[in-house]
Nanobody, 133 residues
Framework: QVRLVESGGGSVQVGESLRLSCVASGDTKRKYYMAWFRQAPGKEREGVAT???????SYDDSVKGRFTVSMDNAKNTLYLQMNNLKPEDTAMYFC???????????????????????????WGQGTLVIVSS
């Protein structure tokens, strides 16, 4: 089983930036696909970004143009650079991993049901992002 540990969250003002990191450890010999999800207070967990094995990123429409996902395979670390943060970005950000590709065929909101999200192989403990106006 892979273990995921997120870091980098914090409290910022509107328009500022944060960089989240997710380090994978444990069963790193098996190929895992990784993605970022977030859960705002009172809302369901939703997909934010992922990157496939060829380095092609996918983003939810709400973060396109502002967030950049990247992967350092040598460090088993997934990153999320978040620029121009908005109050609606306030959420707990989670890293997830699975043995199946996580790139959505249509979009995160349409591809990722609550059941699919809950059945992903591994989750980190989350890192909190608060954006104040």
């Amino acid at each position: 089983q892979v273990r995921l540990v997120e870091s980098g969250g914090g409290s910022v003002q509107v328009g500022e930036s944060l960089r989240l990191s997710c380090v994978a450890s444990g069963d790193t010999k098996r190929k895992y696909y990784m993605a970022w999800f977030r859960q705002a207070p009172g809302k369901e967990r939703e997909g934010v970004a992922t990157i496939n094995q060829n380095g092609a990123p996918s983003y939810d429409d709400s973060v396109k143009g502002r967030f950049t996902v990247s992967m350092d395979n040598a460090k088993n670390t997934l990153y999320l650079q978040m620029n121009n943060l908005k109050p609606e970005d306030t959420a707990m950000y989670f890293c997830a991993a699975d043995v199946l590709p996580l790139t959505p065929l249509v979009g995160f909101k349409s591809d990722y049901s609550e059941i699919r999200i809950n059945n992903l192989a591994a989750w980190g403990q989350g890192t909190l992002v608060i954006v104040s106006s």
